[in-house]
T-cell receptor
Framework: NAGVTQTPKFRVLKTGQSMTLLCAQDMNHEYMYWYRQDPGMGLRLIHYSVGEGTTAKGEVPDGYNVSRLKKQNFLLGLESAAPSQTSVYFC??????????FGEGSRLTVL | SQQGEEDPQALSIQEGENATMNCSYKTSINNLQWYRQNSGRGLVHLILIRSNEREKHSGRLRVTLDTSKKSSSLLITASRAADTASYFCATLRTGANSKLTFGKGITLSVRP
């Protein structure tokens, strides 16, 4: 039982390049989230999903897109990366009003 | 904007001492949760307290919730060097059961 798995764990991009972060969970959770964590800022919600085929915007959605085609997967895309998107990205999932289960993070640097 | 605000921002104590961390929030909540993050790792859930609960215990952890003051505290008793980590409170707002909002975190250092 792997829990929440994020790939890749590290990535370096040049400004303007695109990429996709993949989050997979094997707990059959309905809710999935993408957060970014920056020094002194805590965790800020980018996008989230309340079920397969649904997505919604969080606090800081600009510059990101998401898709939830399968219940177990939640993809975060950057169409044209900017240095301001250098961050650590965390995926999380949960069921009902219970606790979140987090992945180990994906560290993205945009040059 | 952050719903939860932790206090203090950083705390340094000696092994064996108790550590108390506080969290304040702004709106009505369904529940409040505390998480721990070790350096370079993902967050791990510690304890959840519902809005109709006032106190909860889990091992060396004790959480209190005062909904009239919109505040919570996390007490770690008999701290260990392994408790060194960042601690975050997160709130699930009433009527917004989809989103869990985090504070900026508290850095706890426990000196051996």
């Amino acid at each position: 039982n792997a829990g929440v798995t994020q790939t890749p764990k590290f990535r370096v991009l040049k400004t303007g390049q695109s990429m996709t972060l993949l989050c997979a969970q094997d707990m059959n959770h309905e809710y999935m989230y993408w957060y970014r964590q920056d020094p002194g800022m805590g965790l800020r919600l980018i996008h989230y999903s309340v079920g397969e085929g649904t997505t919604a915007k969080g606090e800081v959605p600009d510059g990101y897109n998401v898709s939830r085609l399968k219940k177990q997967n939640f993809l975060l895309g950057l169409e044209s990366a900017a240095p301001s998107q250098t961050s650590v990205y965390f995926c999380a999932s949960r069921q009902t009003t219970r606790e979140l289960f987090f992945g180990e993070g994906s560290r993205l640097t945009v040059l | 904007s952050q719903q939860g605000e932790e206090d203090p921002q950083a705390l340094s104590i000696q092994e064996g001492e108790n550590a108390t961390m506080n969290c304040s929030y702004k709106t009505s909540i369904n529940n409040l949760q505390w998480y721990r993050q070790n350096s370079g790792r993902g967050l791990v859930h510690l304890i959840l307290i519902r809005s109709n609960e006032r106190e909860k215990h889990s091992g060396r952890l004790r959480v209190t919730l005062d909904t009239s003051k919109k505040s919570s505290s996390l007490l770690i008793t008999a701290s260990r060097a392994a408790d060194t980590a960042s601690y975050f409170c997160a709130t699930l707002r009433t009527g917004a059961n989809s989103k869990l909002t985090f504070g900026k975190g508290i850095t706890l250092s426990v000196r051996p």
